[in-house]
Every structure is written in structure tokens, then in C-alpha cells.
């Protein structure tokens, strides 16, 4: 059964082969910074969507999980130079555990609950990273952490590939019978249980998996900067909400897309100084009142009224 | 030590239960989790001295601080709160209130910068308890606190408004069904929620600092507050503010003050975990 | 052979005892009824033995074995699988995607080897439940008559020993019923599938079932044929109230 490539796909590969062609085409370091940031970003939403877009529990904390793996690779460059290919399995091991951590004693919390356990813990964080400042370096954060490579080229490519293949990871995920059955949790967790789907586990292993794609992300953001801080870790449990719900829950790529999106707003409106918040909170405001479906959801569904239903695709006729 | 313990435990608890009061009206009545709810307290800080700087006299400029947060409150469950609430999954109204508080919060910002301000005293003379010398600025918010949270109290027990708005609380349809305009109860619920945080803001303004930035504890304290008295109850969320005021005002004592939103936050998330119905809670989630 | 026993299963909220020692057996491939008016006990029968709610005493075995304490999801992978009164579909999802789910269970990726397999499984059940046109259509479009076939689907798609099915019929017009009805007769005659059937609903019912267990006040008050039951006057009476038999016999 062949699938058409649908539009928006292309314009997706399109633009991701723009990425792998753009330092060959333009030699701009500043943008190539920019864009490794935003590839990091686009990966810290996707890991959110696979959570809270699909079982529909908001996690508040996410800046948690990205901790874990920024961490984890700071302190342990205190004491000897850990390289990526070593640093990053070990984020992927201690995230996914951490995921699995938060997510089981959270399993019978929903909405405005969840976010607040989820924010606490997050918040519980944050605050022993300041008070234990000697071990965490407390609001100045910790240096010396590997680079990703030797310059910024060459990083850019390493941040690339690595967002492209976790992404394209989340999405098949996402598009699996496990996104499947996520979203059937979501959407009536009795009715899946009558099935015999065992909801618990699969809400847990979302948890984990989500942590690990998060945290791993954290850790090659700390070998980009040679730096990790409370700054660039924490407040990112907002932000993160901001940029997936703008983009889009539930499919992976849209809120990817807004991660990639704002992040690249938020730093062409650097030069506004304060007044860059104050957009980027309006833009949210605005969006969840008009645009609650997330800007790259609606152009997506925009394509999809082309789309053969499956029914048609089984040579079934459709009444319509 | 015990005396410092025991009257800044109370007054920071009135001011705490004042705070959670009107977040758990809002929670429990409208069933909307305002996270904009800080900012009210961080607006009317503002607005008083705003209108006081410009040389209204200062008592002035907090009643009609109090007023326009008020009307900010009723305005905002008007129109947005009440169209996301309708609209289903309550994580919009949860960004939508956050976004919000974090607007204003970068608003306060550009238009009067992020320094720390405050305002002149309510109240001057100070009283000596004991061996403490509490300044009239304290005795004033918690005069003015206990005073509130009992006209409040009053207010939803005795007035034909008060049972409508726990009527309302305790089943939208059917109060709907008696003839209730549900729709005003949390339109009003939300202008006393808004002014209850109000108050509490402009009282503890000429001792606390105002930034840009203070709402955000605020908040998060008067949601674990309201979570761990339980949903539902008035009283659940006053008992459970003394409770919060003393442990905060012990652990600063004993171990140190950055510790405290920590304190807060296990609690909440014991709470969450074992017991999500609070202490007194009567709805479970 | 017995394939579900229930025994003297107890369940008191506070002073009201919900389900008051009700007692009966079904055996393999029996179409039972179980009748009773509206608050007699028998969705929350339906929910004890299930596992959706704990009982305070009693026991239900399936196959043999003891499920008293067990949660839904294994119950329901060991082949026993209800439908809800008020439907329960997957929102967000097409009707594809709602009996696809019924297929990702622990028992059903045993049982079904690929996606060709999987794909052709459930065509064979939409095909049966009358659903094939509508396959690929996003529940939240579908009309009630619609959604409570997609209900009885759900649960025939994961390939039940038994099925509990409560009040599949509520809620709908006679010619929305027949289809659902003649589902479900040919999952029993055509898969062997043991039913057990909620509904107060007397005509369609009484075709449908061999034999009924009669409720009223959370106790078993009759058990037999369908013509036996509808005379039976405490039947009649928990219906009719006190007197209701005479009433029925002047």
C-alpha cells in the first residue's frame, strides 16, 4: 500500500536539507549558532510532545529531565574530560530512569495537579542547585565541559544529525501503535483499559522515554556551550510549553517546528531587549486563544483535505 | 527565638491565607486554576504606589488600586477564562493565566524597570510584643487580613450571593437549574478572588519589596497551600496557610530562607501524591 | 461447562448494599441476560466483576480461575471484556484506529502476527458490526447509532472468551438495534463468543437471550427462560411495583 508524500513532508525535507547545505552556502557564523541552538530547542520540544502532546498529562517540569543530562555531564567534567560518545549514553541511561522516576508516583494525577507535581519537582531542583552551589556552581553554573568539536561548523552538523535522528526517532514513535495507544490513554483511559491495554505502563514508559531524549539534548547542549547553569536549564520548563503549544501537540514534527521557530524568533528579537518577552508571552496569549491547534498543526491540516482516507485507500467506497 | 517564630509565623500566615482564599474561590467555584492569580497580588502593589508616587494621598491610591484589580479580574474571567474554560482541556487556561502573569510581569518591566520598590507605611506606630518590636506596618497586614478573611467568610456564609457562589461550587448545573446565573458567580467569584490578592498585596508592600517578579512565589505558595488544605474547602485552605506560615517561618529559623519555597513544594508533592484531596478536600480529582 | 461463576458478590457503599450476594453461572457459549430496573445493582456488577471496583466479598472465577482483586486490563487479557453503558470511544481517532486498539493488547500481539494480519482482523470485525463505510471516519463525527456499534466492535476486535456488554441498546431507535443485535448473535454462533447482556429494553432483549438473571435492589430475585422471567411476579413487581402482578394478570 504506497502512502503519497504529502506536502508538508516536503516542505520539511526541503528545509532540513537546506540545514545540511546552508554553511556551505553561507558562511555565517552567527546564523549557524543560532541554528544549532534552535535544533537543541526542537529537540527539547519534541521530547515534550511525545509526553504531554500524546497522553495529554502537561508536565510543568520538563526543565527537569534536561537537568539530568546537563548536569550529570558538568559535574562529571569537574573531574575528567567525558566526550560525547561516552557522555551521551550515560545521559540517555540516567534520564530514562529519572523519567521512569517522576512518572510513577505522578500516574493518577491529571491537569492542574500534574503540572503542579511536575513543576515542583522541577522547582525542587532548581532551588538545591542554587543552595548547593559548591557542588553545582550554584547561579554561575559549571565550565570546562568538552567541546562538541572544534568549531562551529562542524558542531552545527553534529547538532544536526543528532536533532534530525531524534526527531525522525520521536515521530516513528509517535506514528506507532505505542503513539497509537498513547493517545487512546489519553483520550478514554478506562475504555483502554476495558481492552486489556495496560495504561500504567505505557504513561510510565512515555515518561521515560521523554526524559531521555531531553536529557541526552541537555548533555550535547552542555558540550555546545562548555557550559551548564541554572539559566539555560530551568526556565526552560515554560518556554518549552510555549513552543510546543504554538506549534502543535500531538504529531511530533509541528511542535518540533515551533521549538525551531520560536527559538530563532526569540534570538532576532534579542536586539529588543525586554520587549522580547514581552512578545514572546503575547504571541502565546494570542496563539492559544486563535490558534489553539498550533500554527504548523493547522497548515498541516490545511494539506490534509487532499488526503485519500484510509477506507479509500483499501479500494472501499466512501459515502460521502 | 520562639516569640520571632510565633508572630512572624501568624502574620505571614494571614497573609498567606488571605493570598490562598481567594486562589481556592476561584479553583473551587469556577473550577479554573487561574495561575494569574500572583499577579493580582504583584498589580495592586504597583498600582498603590504608582498612584501614590504621582501624589494621590496613599489610602486613596489603594482603594482604587483595589478597585481596577478587581475590575482586572472580572474582566479577565469574562471574556478569555470563561471561552478557554468552555473549550475543554485545561491546559490552555493554564498557559493562557501563566502567559499572562508573565506579560504583565515583563510590562511592569519596560515601563518601570526591575528595581525594588515600596511604599509608604499604612500604619506607623509599632507594637512591642514581648521582647519584639513589630513594626505598624505588619500589625496593619495582619489586622487588615484577618479582618478581610472574616468579612469573606461571612459574605459566602450569610448573603444570598455568598449561597449562590456555594451553590455553584458544588454543582454548576444544578445550580444553574434553580435559576442561578452561573456565569456572573465566577465572573464575581473571580473580582474577590482578584481582590482579595489585591489586598494582600498592597498591605505587605510597605514592608516586603515590589518587583516584577514577585508574583511568581506567590503563586506557586498559594496553589501548594490550596492543594494541600484541599480543594473545596475554604477552610481546608486557611487551615492549611497557618500550617505553611509557622513551618516556613521555623525553617527559616533553622535552616535558611531559600529553603522554604523547597519546604513548600515537598509538602504539596507528598500531598499530591498520597492524598491529592488535601487535607479537608471534599472533591477528589 | 462453567466458563464465568459468580458467588454471594458483595458491594456496600455505606449503608447501601449495592450488589447483595448475587450469585450465578454462565457457561460456555450462553447468551444470559441480565434484567433489572433502572438502579437495580447491574452496572456495578458489571464493574466488580470486571475489576473496576473492588468487592467487599464474594468471589468470580473465569475459566477457573479466581479474578476477584485483578485489574481490567489483565481480566481483559485473559478474554473477558466489557462495553461501557454510555459509549466510550476514542476520540481524536478514526473508527480504524479505535478497533485498532483493541488489537494492541498484551493478548491480542500474541494472537496476531503482522500489520497485513492485524489490518485484516479488524476489517473482518467492521465487516461483521456493519462499519466498513465509515472506517475511516474520526468518531467525533459519528451519529449515537453509530457509536454504539463501534462499542460492541471495540470489544469483539479484541477477540473475547465472553463479552459484557451493558445496555448496548440504550439510547436507540428499533432499526438502529437490529443491526447491533444481529452482531452480537453472530459473534455467539459463528465464534463460540459467551454473552452476557445488561438491557431493559424487553423486546430485543427477550430474542436475543436463552436464559435471564432477574435484579432488583442488588439481589438476584429469579433466574430462567425469558418466558418464565416476564411471568414471574416478582419480576413484574420490581418493574410495576408492589401489586404490579396483578395488575399484569387482570
Same mark, same amino acid.
Do not use: C, H, K, W
Given at each position: 500500500m504506497k502512502k503519497k508524500i504529502s506536502i508538508p513532508t516536503i516542505f520539511v525535507l526541503l528545509g532540513t536539507l537546506l540545514l545540511f547545505l546552508f554553511p556551505v552556502i553561507s558562511g555565517d557564523l552567527y546564523l549557524i549558532t543560532v541554528f544549532s541552538i534552535a535544533l537543541i530547542y526542537a529537540v527539547y520540544a519534541a521530547s515534550w510532545d511525545l509526553l504531554s502532546g500524546f497522553t495529554g498529562k502537561e508536565n510543568f517540569g520538563h526543565g527537569a529531565f534536561i537537568a539530568i543530562g546537563a548536569y550529570m555531564l558538568g559535574l562529571m567534567s569537574q573531574h575528567f574530560a567525558i566526550q560525547p560518545y561516552l557522555s551521551i549514553p550515560i545521559a540517555a541511561v540516567l534520564s530514562f530512569i529519572y523519567g521512569v522516576l517522576i512518572g510513577l508516583p505522578t500516574l493518577r494525577l491529571k491537569g492542574p495537579y500534574f503540572a503542579l507535581a511536575t513543576l515542583a519537582v522541577a522547582t525542587i531542583m532548581e532551588k538545591m542547585t542554587y543552595s548547593f552551589s559548591d557542588i553545582? *556552581? *550554584?547561579?554561575?553554573g559549571l565550565y570546562g565541559i568538552e567541546f562538541l568539536t572544534g568549531d562551529e561548523v562542524s558542531s552545527f552538523y553534529f547538532v544536526l544529525i543528532f536533532a534530525v535522528i531524534a526527531i525522525f526517532i520521536l515521530y516513528r514513535i509517535g506514528k506507532s501503535n505505542f503513539g497509537l495507544t498513547l493517545k487512546a490513554i489519553k483520550s478514554d483511559d478506562d475504555a483502554a483499559k476495558a481492552l486489556g491495554i495496560y495504561t500504567d505502563k505505557f504513561k510510565v514508559l512515555a515518561f521515560g522515554i521523554s526524559a531521555t531524549f531531553a536529557g541526552i539534548a541537555g548533555t550535547i547542549s552542555g558540550h555546545y556551550y562548555s557550559y551548564v547553569g541554572p539559566d539555560i536549564v530551568y526556565p526552560l520548563s515554560l518556554t518549552i510549553i510555549i513552543m510546543c503549544v504554538v506549534g502543535g501537540l500531538g504529531s511530533i514534527i509541528p511542535a518540533a517546528l515551533g521549538g525551531f521557530a520560536l527559538s530563532y524568533l526569540s534570538e532576532m528579537l534579542r536586539d529588543f531587549g525586554d520587549w522580547n518577552q514581552l512578545i514572546y508571552s503575547g504571541i502565546l496569549m494570542l496563539t492559544v486563544i486563535f490558534l489553539p491547534r498550533g500554527v504548523f498543526n493547522i497548515i498541516g491540516d490545511l494539506f490534509k483535505r487532499s488526503k485519500k482516507s484510509h477506507g479509500e485507500m483499501l479500494g472501499k467506497e466512501v459515502k460521502r | 527565638m520562639l516569640q520571632s517564630l510565633l508572630i512572624n509565623g501568624t502574620i505571614n500566615s494571614s497573609i498567606y491565607a488571605l493570598i490562598a482564599l481567594g486562589f481556592s474561590l476561584t479553583f473551587g467555584v469556577?473550577? #479554573? #486554576?487561574?495561575?494569574?492569580h500572583g499577579a493580582y497580588y504583584m498589580v495592586a502593589a504597583y498600582l498603590t504606589f504608582v498612584l501614590s508616587s504621582a501624589g494621590l494621598p496613599l489610602w486613596f491610591s489603594a482603594v482604587i488600586a483595589l478597585l481596577l484589580v478587581m475590575l482586572l479580574g472580572g474582566v479577565m474571567m469574562k471574556y478569555p477564562l470563561l471561552y478557554l474554560k468552555k473549550k475543554g482541556d485545561s491546559i490552555y487556561l493554564l498557559i493562557f493565566t501563566l502567559g499572562g502573569a508573565y506579560f504583565t510581569q515583563y510590562l511592569i518591566n519596560i515601563l518601570l524597570g526591575a528595581r525594588f520598590y515600596s511604599i509608604p507605611p499604612f500604619m506607623d506606630q509599632s507594637l512591642t510584643i514581648g521582647s519584639e518590636v513589630v513594626p505598624g506596618s505588619r500589625i496593619f497586614a495582619f489586622i487588615v487580613s484577618v479582618i478581610t478573611i472574616v468579612v469573606v467568610m461571612l459574605f459566602i456564609g450569610k448573603t444570598s450571593i455568598g449561597k449562590k457562589i456555594t451553590a455553584t461550587s458544588q454543582d454548576v448545573y444544578a445550580a444553574e437549574l434553580v435559576g442561578i446565573n452561573t456565569n456572573l458567580i465566577f465572573v464575581v467569584t473571580a473580582a474577590i478572588s482578584a481582590l482579595l490578592a489585591g489586598i494582600a498585596g498592597v498591605v505587605i508592600s510597605p514592608y516586603l519589596s515590589i518587583s516584577p517578579t514577585m508574583w511568581l512565589s506567590t503563586l506557586i505558595k498559594a496553589f501548594a497551600i490550596v492543594i494541600f488544605g484541599g480543594l473545596g474547602s475554604l477552610g481546608g485552605s486557611i487551615l492549611a496557610a497557618f500550617i505553611m506560615g509557622y513551618l516556613e517561618s521555623f525553617i527559616a529559623l533553622t535552616w535558611t530562607s531559600s529553603m522554604t519555597e523547597v519546604a513548600f513544594l515537598v509538602v504539596v508533592f507528598i500531598f499530591l501524591i498520597f492524598k491529592p484531596s488535601g487535607l479537608m478536600g471534599k472533591k477528589t480529582i | 461447562m462453567s466458563i464465568l461463576s459468580v458467588q454471594h458478590l458483595l458491594k456496600q457503599f455505606g449503608g447501601l448494599k449495592? %450488589?447483595? =450476594?448475587v450469585s450465578f453461572e454462565v457457561k460456555k457459549g450462553d447468551r444470559l441476560g441480565i434484567l433489572g430496573p433502572n438502579g437495580a445493582g447491574k452496572t456495578t456488577l458489571f464493574n466488580l466483576i470486571t475489576g473496576f471496583i473492588k468487592s467487599d466479598s464474594g468471589t468470580v472465577n473465569f475459566q477457573g480461575e479466581s479474578i476477584i482483586g485483578m485489574s481490567p486490563e489483565k481480566i481483559a487479557n485473559m478474554g473477558l471484556v466489557r462495553t461501557f453503558q454510555i459509549v466510550k470511544p476514542f476520540k481524536e481517532l478514526t473508527v480504524f484506529d479505535n478497533l485498532k486498539i483493541a488489537t494492541l493488547s498484551k493478548k491480542m500481539k500474541k494472537e496476531i502476527k503482522s500489520e497485513p494480519e492485524r489490518n485484516s482482523w479488524i476489517e473482518k470485525i467492521a465487516e461483521m458490526a456493519e462499519l466498513s463505510h465509515v $472506517?475511516? =471516519?474520526? %468518531? =467525533? $463525527? $459519528?451519529p449515537h447509532g453509530y457509536l454504539k456499534k463501534l462499542e460492541v466492535a471495540k470489544a469483539l476486535t479484541a477477540n473475547p472468551t465472553i463479552i459484557l456488554l451493558d445496555e448496548p441498546f440504550a439510547g436507540l431507535t428499533y432499526h438502529e438495534i437490529d443491526p447491533i443485535s444481529r452482531v452480537i448473535r453472530r459473534a455467539n454462533e459463528e465464534n463460540g463468543t459467551t454473552i452476557v447482556l445488561i438491557e431493559h429494553r424487553l423486546k430485543e432483549f427477550m430474542k436475543l437471550v436463552e436464559r435471564i438473571v432477574a435484579i432488583d435492589y442488588g439481589e438476584k430475585i429469579a433466574e430462567g427462560t425469558p418466558t418464565e422471567i416476564i411471568n414471574n411476579p416478582k419480576v413484574i413487581e420490581s418493574y410495576l411495583g408492589k401489586g404490579g402482578a396483578d395488575l399484569v394478570n387482570s
Open positions: 553545582t *556552581g *550554584g547561579e554561575d | 469556577a473550577g #479554573v #486554576v487561574n495561575l494569574y | 449495592a %450488589v447483595n =450476594e $472506517l475511516s =471516519e474520526n %468518531v =467525533e $463525527l $459519528l
